[in-house]
């Protein structure tokens, strides 16, 4: 009989092992399009792998700093004469949840389709600055 060591923090090194843990995801099973979020000087850009997905039902909203993108790509009926040896095309829904690295003006979020990259533009929110305080000097004699 071989022995099974116990590893009571094995999932909790696992959890902060992972580069992503500071922008959690959530989605749904069975694999979502990939994502590549960065930022510029003034936007949060996020660029999203979604060939075969129409753009028309793709649904995007952007609220308490959490991106949730969703969509579907058109099923099709499988051909039972075309003998599938491997089928690993995905289609159907899915759905990201994504938290931004940083505020942002969520009424101007802007979307564009090109060549099956959906590429999400959302502009930074400006940090305004704290009013200075001058410091007024007594005279104490």
């Known amino acids: 009989m071989s022995l099974i060591p116990w590893r009571p923090f094995s999932d909790l ?3 902060f092992g992972d580069e992503d843990w500071l922008l959690p995801v959530v989605s749904n099973l069975g694999g979502t399009p990939a994502m ?3 930022e510029t000087d ?3 850009v996020a660029e999203m792998d979604a060939p075969g997905v129409d753009p028309e039902k793709v649904r995007i909203s952007v609220q308490d700093g959490i991106l949730r993108v969703s969509g579907s790509s ?3 009926k499988e ?3 075309k003998g599938y040896m491997r089928r690993e095309i995905r289609r159907g829904s ?3 949840a994504i938290r931004l690295p940083a505020s942002v003006k969520e009424d101007a979020v802007e979307a564009t389709y ?3 990259i959906l590429k999400i533009i959302m502009p930074k929110v400006a940090l305004k600055e704290a009013p200075r305080i001058k ?3 007594l005279d104490s004699k």
């Open 13 to 15: 090194d696992k959890f």
């Open 74 to 76: 058109e099923e099709q």
């Open 42 to 44: 003034s936007d949060v």
């Open 94 to 96: 899915f759905e990201r």
């Open 114 to 116: 090109e060549k099956g």
């Open 135 to 137: 410091v007024k000097i």
């Open 79 to 81: 051909d039972k004469q």
């Open 36 to 38: 590549d979020i960065y």
